[in-house]
């Protein structure tokens, strides 16, 4: 059973920083991109941040320059760190991974196979 596991959200202040986990068991990811989305009330699931086997990474316009994701292979687990935290950035926030063989970044949820259970981020102002 493959499973992914969010962990490492809570309540910050603005301008405060958090750093997520998803640490994946049931198989390896290691050649697989992986994503990280975010959820917040009465809205649509967005696409945050991803990267791909090679370390390539992309971000949604409103991270850049505030959030990193990374990824350690070894422990077939990628991170979020999130800096210069913003109210809007208040919502659930989940890991996915995409099965496929491709090499590409996708944008889009539907792209992601496997999803974690989701880790609640909120941000005071």
């Known amino acids: 059973q493959v499973l992914l596991v969010e962990s490492g959200g809570g309540l910050v202040q603005a301008g405060g920083s958090l750093r997520l986990s998803c640490a994946a068991s049931g198989r390896t990811f290691s050649r697989n991109v992986m994503g990280w989305f975010r959820q917040a009330p009465g809205k649509e699931r967005e696409f945050v941040a991803a990267?791909?086997?090679?370390?390539?990474?992309y971000y949604t316009d409103s991270v850049k320059g505030r959030f990193t994701i990374s990824r350690d292979n070894a422990k077939n687990t990628v991170y979020l760190q999130m800096n210069s935290l913003k109210p809007e950035d208040t919502a659930v926030y989940y890991c996915?991974?995409?099965?496929?063989?491709?090499?590409?970044?996708?944008?889009?949820?539907?792209?992601?196979?496997?999803w974690g259970q989701g880790t609640q981020v909120t941000v005071s102002s």
């Open positions: 996915a991974a995409d099965s496929s063989a491709s090499k590409f970044i996708s944008l889009g949820a539907h792209e992601y196979d496997y």
């Open positions: 990267i791909d086997r090679s370390g390539g990474t």
